[in-house]
């Protein structure tokens, strides 16, 4: 996003924040078995902030950190350590005045009353964030015509579809107007027309009500479409943030294939390419490889009489599932990524509950 | 501003800070009502059923009742002693079984992480999600006794005030172990061991069908340990014909037992809440199942 708009404080800082889930004592698991047998680092040294009108996605295989990052935020469990603030409030020091300021949108669709209407189910949460009498009936009414639901108000959420389901969770997000949005897999049930849809919808909240919104998705078309404000987290840290180009510069470093007629022209190229000096070429028969990311308009004129002798240019790239399974499968740390240190323990999933 | 406006204004911020924690609370529990008397009705058989259930043990006490001889220790009668201690144990066993229940049902039907993210008290959940059920007992309690006296329940109509003070202390104490079943929830997450042996202990130690004079003297010991032994007591001494004849505490020292309980057990109750609610938050089991 523009320097511009991050000129005012961000709503949501996270900062250095850990969490090591450890195994239930003995006396907790006479009652309940511990679901993990030895310390489990959910979410390691993370950092991140998200400003006014910002639309941020946290992406990142299961077990990545991201429902424990969520439910840092929302007050649900305490850090190992880190400070988690949103609106300028600390999560931990003052959960409930930290909750009246995010719209939580649960990745479960159970979390709606399915037996109560869509206006039941806003004047229920509306009336446990303290609105009531006309205040109420008019930002229920508002959230429902925001989310296009309007005409079912009247609906039980048994009768609605996911689609319906998933807009209803987002009008009860919006409701009591938060400045922070945090929506756990909005569009995880929903059809890709009606998920764009309402990514859509999201996006253009995000923008006219300034609000910061962390979302998490799996889904690849949104990632795509989130451009700039991907941030990327396996084993509870933040591998990369930013934008997709950026992170294809990171991780696809095209290679610029030229293939020639024959072997020898592809011999006469390199020499002439050899002789700039500030590029990396390689040659296999009568293929070209030049490394580095170059673009073509830069190399193919170097070529001079050679130009002609080339048969094909290939600089593909890669597809953005096979991008993000790069990224997530890197060992070693990635230049302009960020490094992964060694981890205290051993991380092995999310969440225990 | 003069020494007593200021002396004054503390004061006043106070009772206007005490008055709009009052006015959230009614207005969270009353939405929480809401909600429990809309999904009941969504079941309307099952509802009907479960009010009827207790109303019926009403008509089965008579027919139990005469085989049974009245004797010095049930004061006037029989029927009378025991639809007392029924209805007593009905108001009663709402506040400690409901709290656990319906945390117990909000966690499998998966709405309990969505009610934590809101901005309410976490301490208020258990008794707003039990809100309902505490009403229709007391309703329930209240059409048991209605029958009972229809059928031939004897009572004191001038000490109805007196029972209604115990049956509130009684309440309360009730309460006051509901939440310590709520915080044994929050972790157990299924059943509760707490509610299942507290359950037992008052069927058989609080002197619901017989005297607590009837039972050995360790036990007779349990019982006074039980404040529904004391509810149960203190109601029937003022209510019953003869009721101050029962053997046992008398109604002053019910009250104060039921008080003194309450005064005690409900800071712990809500310390121990407080307590479950951390380890869940630390171990990430809050909103689990």
């Keep these: 996003m523009p320097d511009s708009r991050r000129a005012g404080t961000p709503l949501v800082e996270v900062d250095h924040l850990t969490k090591i889930y450890e195994p239930s004592p003995r006396w907790m698991s006479v009652m309940l078995k511990s679901s993990i047998r030895e310390p489990v680092l959910a979410v390691h040294d993370l950092s991140l902030k998200v400003w006014p009108g910002q639309l941020s996605a946290v992406v990142g295989p299961n077990g990545a950190g991201k429902s424990t990052l969520f439910r840092v935020l929302t007050g649900l469990i305490t850090p190992t350590s880190g400070r988690v603030s949103v609106a300028g409030i600390d999560v931990v020091g003052d959960a409930r005045a930290a909750r009246r300021r995010i719209g939580f949108m649960p990745a479960d669709d159970r979390s709606l009353n399915l037996r109560h209407t869509c206006w039941q189910n806003l004047w229920f949460h509306g009336r446990l964030q303290g609105m009531s009498g006309p205040e109420l009936r008019v930002a229920i009414d508002e959230a429902l015509a925001t989310v296009g639901l309007e005409h079912v108000h009247d609906r039980t959420g048994h009768a609605l579809s996911s689609g319906m389901k998933a807009r209803l969770q987002l009008a009860r997000a919006l409701l009591h107007e938060p400045s922070i949005l945090i929506l756990d897999e909005p569009t995880g049930t929903v059809d890709p027309i009606g998920a764009y849809d309402l990514l859509q919808l999201i996006q253009r909240l995000a923008a006219e009500r300034g609000l910061a919104v962390l979302l998490s998705s799996h889904r690849l078309e949104e990632i795509a479409a989130l451009e700039d404000n991907v941030i990327f987290i396996n084993r509870g840290e933040v591998v990369h943030t930013g934008s997709m180009d950026s992170l294809r510069e990171v991780m696809e470093q095209p290679i610029l294939r030229l293939r020639f007629d024959t072997e020898a022209s592809a011999r006469a190229a390199r020499a002439c390419l050899d002789a700039y000096g500030d590029l990396e070429v390689t040659i296999d028969d009568t293929e070209l490889a030049v490394a580095g990311n170059p673009s073509p308009g830069v190399v193919l004129p170097r070529l001079g009489e050679h130009l002609a002798r080339i048969e094909a240019v290939d600089r593909s790239r890669l597809p953005l599932q096979e991008l993000i399974s790069r990224l997530m499968r890197a060992e070693v740390p990635i230049a302009g990524t960020r490094r992964r240190s060694q981890p205290p323990v051993v991380a092995t999933h999310g969440s225990p509950s | ?289």
């Design chain 2, 1 to 289: 501003m003069s020494a007593v406006a200021a002396d004054v204004a503390p004061v006043r911020r106070r009772s206007a800070g005490l008055v709009a924690q009052a006015r959230r609370a009614w207005q969270v529990t009353s939405a929480f009502t809401w909600l429990g008397y809309t999904e009941e009705l969504a079941y309307p058989l099952n509802f009907a059923l479960k009010q009827a259930q207790p109303i019926f043990t009403v008509v089965v006490y008579y027919y139990v009742s005469l085989l049974v001889d009245s004797g010095p220790n049930v004061a006037s009668d029989y029927y009378s002693f025991v639809v007392v201690g029924a209805v007593v144990i009905r108001m009663l066993d709402s506040g400690l079984g409901s709290f656990s229940a319906t945390l117990e049902a909000t966690v499998n039907q998966g709405r309990l992480e969505s009610l934590l993210v809101e901005p309410i008290r976490w301490k208020l959940i258990p008794f707003g999600l039990a809100s309902w059920s505490i009403l229709t007992s007391a309703i329930t309690a209240v059409v048991m006794a209605g029958l009972g006296v229809l059928i031939g329940v004897d009572v004191k109509l001038d000490g109805v005030l007196t029972a209604t003070l115990i049956l509130v202390l009684g309440i309360g104490a009730s309460h006051a172990l509901g939440i310590v079943a709520a915080a044994v929830k929050l972790i157990s997450k299924r059943g509760n061991p707490f509610v299942t042996l507290y359950g037992m202990a008052v069927v058989l130690l609080c002197g619901l069908m017989f005297p607590v004079s009837s039972l050995p003297a360790p036990l007779r010991g349990a019982s006074y340990l039980l404040p529904p032994t004391y509810a149960i007591q203190g109601v029937r001494r003022t209510l019953l014909p003869g009721g101050e004849g029962l053997t046992g505490p008398s109604t002053l020292v019910s009250a104060l037992a039921l008080g003194g309980f309450c005064l005690v057990v409900y800071p712990v109750s809500l310390w121990l809440y407080g307590r479950s609610v951390d380890i869940g938050r630390r171990y990430g089991t809050l909103a689990g199942y």
